[in-house]
């Protein structure tokens, strides 16, 4: 058993984006993605993964395949992998996101990162 305090995680971006990794296995991994005021989280996909992100603070803009779907804090929403999938910071504050990905894929998603 492990306690997490997601207040740990939450970062002021010293550019766009700051990943704090919280939990990795093989089977999944969990992080909190803090995106500045007015940035965006390019398109990408997550090929045979299911990602969960729940907006913790902020508003924001996911677009999955060109389809805009408006998130608040304290809603969830599930992509597939296959999808395109974009985020938009649409608040006056940092967007945190928790964020989940099953299967974990690509090591690269695995790490903290600073963009």
């Known amino acids: 058993m492990k ?12 550019g766009k984006i700051a990943k704090r990794m919280l939990f990795k296995s093989d089977d999944v991994i969990a992080f909190v993605l803090n995106i500045a005021k007015g940035e965006i989280l390019p398109g990408h996909t997550h090929l045979e993964s299911t990602l969960f992100l729940q907006v913790m603070e902020g508003n924001a803009k996911v677009v999955t395949d060109g389809n805009e779907t408006p998130l608040q804090t304290g809603e969830l929403m599930q992509v597939d992998g296959q999808e395109s999938l974009q985020v938009i910071n649409t608040g ?24």
């Not at 306690?3 to 010293?14: A, C, I, L, R, V």
């Open 3 to 14: 306690k997490f305090t997601f207040t740990d995680y939450f970062h002021e971006p010293q």
């Open 92 to 115: 006056e504050d940092v967007l945190r996101l928790y964020v989940t990905i099953s299967p974990m894929g690509s090591e690269a998603f695995a790490t903290d990162a600073n963009v």
